[in-house]
């Protein structure tokens, strides 16, 4: 069973401080891995996607991933309280072509103003 | 860019009734869409990857005929629940992916559609 793995949270930050989300994966051979953030009662939308190892910056948002380690956070600098929401780490999983994701359960983030 | 719309937003139906939610991509064509199937705090589980012109293929233990999809167009795929139970109330999300894109992963989502089934 090829799982995604993520504390349910819920983490609570203050505004301006980084928040710091964390996944772990099953799938050895996953290379493609996505963050999404979801709103109370709405759909997920892609914040940030990843494929190589180490850091990449877009905005506030750092994404990070560790292949042999099978980890891969989503850094979130000088939060905002409109960042509060749910972040869904989504996984594809090795082989196939259909580009299916395996979601996490997601952690459910609080910026306190 | 990229976005996709679902209908209805929310759906309330008595057991039994069959209902018919509509995806579709806006501003692009997706040769493949997907099907997801979200519980209350639990996470989007795939129900079935829907492909333009064939049969969908649906994931292990989700019942095909009970979840009808139709991927008739480029830009429109439908999933009908029939013989709807109090235990298919769900919120439903569709994903496509832009045939455009050389990237085989990204997915933009649908709105979802909140189903009640009493």
């Known amino acids: 069973q090829k799982e995604v793995e993520q504390n349910s949270g819920p983490l609570s930050v203050p505004e301006g401080a980084i928040a710091s989300l964390n996944c772990t994966y099953s799938?050895?051979?996953?290379?493609?891995f996505f963050w999404y953030r979801q709103y109370s009662g709405k759909s997920p939308e892609l914040i940030m996607f990843?494929?190589?190892?180490g850091d990449k910056e877009d905005g506030r948002f750092t994404a990070q991933l560790n292949k042999a380690s099978q980890y891969v956070s989503l850094l979130i600098r000088d939060s905002q309280p409109s960042d509060s929401a749910t972040y869904l780490c989504?996984?594809?999983?090795?082989?196939?072509?259909?580009?299916?994701?395996?979601f996490g359960k997601g952690t459910k983030l609080s910026v306190k103003p | 860019g990229a976005v996709v719309s679902q209908h209805p937003s929310r759906v309330i139906c008595k057991s039994g009734t069959s209902v018919k939610i509509e995806c579709r991509s806006l501003?692009?064509?997706?040769?493949?869409m997907f099907w997801y199937r979200q519980f209350p705090k639990q996470s989007l589980m795939l129900m079935a990857t829907?492909?333009?012109?064939?049969?969908?293929?649906?994931e292990q233990g989700v019942e095909k005929d009970k979840f009808l999809i139709n991927h008739a167009s480029l830009t429109l795929s439908t999933l009908t629940v029939t013989s709807a139970h109090p235990e298919d109330s769900s919120f439903y999300i569709c994903?496509?992916?832009?045939?455009?894109?050389?990237?085989?992963?990204?997915?933009?989502f649908g709105p979802g559609t909140r189903l009640t089934v009493t």
């Open positions: 829907s492909n333009e012109g064939s049969k969908a293929t649906y």
């Open positions: 994903s496509a992916r832009d045939i455009r894109t050389s990237d085989l992963t990204t997915q933009y």
């Open positions: 989504a996984v594809k999983l090795s082989g196939g072509s259909q580009g299916n994701l395996i």
């Open positions: 990843i494929y190589s190892n």
């Open positions: 501003d692009f064509q997706a040769t493949t």
């Open positions: 799938d050895r051979g996953s290379q493609s």
